[in-house]
């Protein structure tokens, strides 16, 4: 929730079935999140008081005063607080405890774990994405500045990530196409010892009969940590490795060639024999 130019609010809210500690993780995973990201991050509670149901209107009051009580600060007369901080209940004037156990929690190291877990998975994954990313976005320049169409696949379950489709001498679309499977990064290429061949693993034996089958070339591109990315033409090499589907075959043996321009203009030609 925008509140004014560069402030804002963000309100994280629960199912009631969710768990006590599910529901600590996240709202830290948030908080630390929003403190390494942000400027001047404050959090605030919805405290409820466990006498009467009522909540406590001033939230601001109410989390200044644990602040301080966590943070060893001192009362009136430069003793520190003794026991664990209370507000008054407006409705029932009874004490609404703000040391309750979510607050134990949110401070507790066990917790503190878990939301460093999954900031380290978080990054993992986003890290993986920004460099699929970045094969994408060479892909659709490289293939704009060549003149052609690159259209992005919105799902890629079957192991198909873009189509390239090729224009005429006089620009105009030709229905001539090639398919696209990306992958970015060195794990997944693999040397075999005994050659120094370049080994890509197929995950899904699915998506070699569909690679296989496909009536236009399928080409996977891999682009290695350094952003150097290769090419070559699966579907050729799936059809004379399977002897035309009656073999499986787990494995490509790859033999990519550099990806650039010259290799936009040679895939139209491999689409124009189909």
Request: aromatic fraction near 8%.
């Amino acid at each position: 929730m925008r509140r004014s130019e560069g402030v804002g609010e963000i309100e994280v809210y629960f199912d009631p079935t969710i768990s006590l500690e599910e529901k600590i993780i996240f709202s830290k995973y948030v908080h630390e999140h929003l403190s390494q990201t942000a400027t001047e991050v404050a959090r605030f509670r919805y405290y409820v008081c466990p006498h009467c149901g009522t909540s406590v209107e001033n939230r601001d009051v109410a989390m200044r005063r644990l602040d301080q009580w966590v943070n060893g600060q001192t009362g009136e007369a430069g003793k520190r607080k003794a026991g664990s901080p209370t507000i008054v209940c407006a409705e029932c004037e009874d004490r609404v405890p703000l040391w309750d156990e979510l607050e134990q929690c949110f401070a507790s190291p066990k917790i503190q774990k878990a939301v460093q877990d999954l900031q380290q998975e978080a990054t993992i994954v986003l890290d993986s994405e920004s460099k699929e990313r970045a094969l994408v976005g060479d892909v659709i320049s490289t293939v704009a500045l060549a003149g052609q169409i690159c259209r992005e696949k919105n799902v890629s379950d079957h192991g198909i990530d873009m189509e390239v489709e090729f224009k005429s001498d006089e620009g105009e679309a030709t229905g001539k196409i090639v398919y696209l499977q990306l992958k970015s990064g060195n794990s997944f290429l693999k040397i075999r010892k005994k050659d120094g061949a370049e080994i890509f693993k197929i995950e899904k034996p699915r998506h070699a009969d569909y690679w296989r089958s496909q009536p236009f070339p399928v080409l996977l591109v891999i682009r290695s940590a350094e952003g150097e990315s290769r090419w070559m033409d699966i579907r050729e090499y799936l059809r004379r490795e399977s002897d035309g589907g009656r073999k499986v075959v787990r494995q490509i043996v790859f033999k990519g060639e550099r990806f650039d321009v010259m290799s936009v203009r040679r895939w139209r030609d491999m689409a124009s024999m189909n």
